[in-house]
């Protein structure tokens, strides 16, 4: 169900369902980027490095995140365009860690434009152990709602 600017409550926040990132996700985003870094390629490279075992991708993991957090459908039919995207990467995420959201709206506002406006979610990355493993804001610029017209006399 689409929701418009009004709908949105400063400080509201829900869980988004998790997502399991595989090998095949990450080869599959290895070979979508070009991005081939044996940091999460190459197990045997990746044994002698900071971690151990191969990781994903940093960018693969905001992505999934980003489609997580339109799976309730809110922004459906409502959403202008994506403004912008503040993220930070705080832990690694390895092949088969589960990532579920917790999603805070952060703010809303007014634009100069009666007929949309914009709405920043706060959004934390958590793995199947409860650890945040990244963070950020997504600004959205979404439909405020229709006013109704009066039919004439």
Do not use: C
């Amino acid at each position: 169900m689409a929701l418009f600017l009004e709908d949105f409550q400063q400080g509201a926040m829900h869980w988004t369902p998790g997502r399991t990132l595989t090998e095949a996700d990450v080869m599959s985003f290895a070979g979508l980027s070009g991005d081939y870094n044996p940091a999460h390629t190459d197990y045997e490279f990746a044994r002698k490095g900071a971690f151990g075992r191969p990781i994903a991708h940093g960018l693969l993991a905001l992505v999934v995140s980003a489609g997580l957090a339109d799976r309730d459908g809110s922004l459906d039919g409502s959403a202008i365009a994506l403004l912008g995207v503040n993220w930070k990467f705080g832990k690694p995420v390895f092949f088969g860690d589960t990532i579920r959201l917790k999603l805070t709206i952060e703010s809303t506002r007014a634009t100069s434009k009666p007929d949309r406006g914009i709405v920043v979610r706060h959004i934390s990355v958590y793995n199947q152990h409860d650890d945040v493993v990244q963070e950020g804001a997504f600004t959205t610029m979404v439909k405020r709602r229709p006013v109704q017209q009066e039919m004439p006399a």
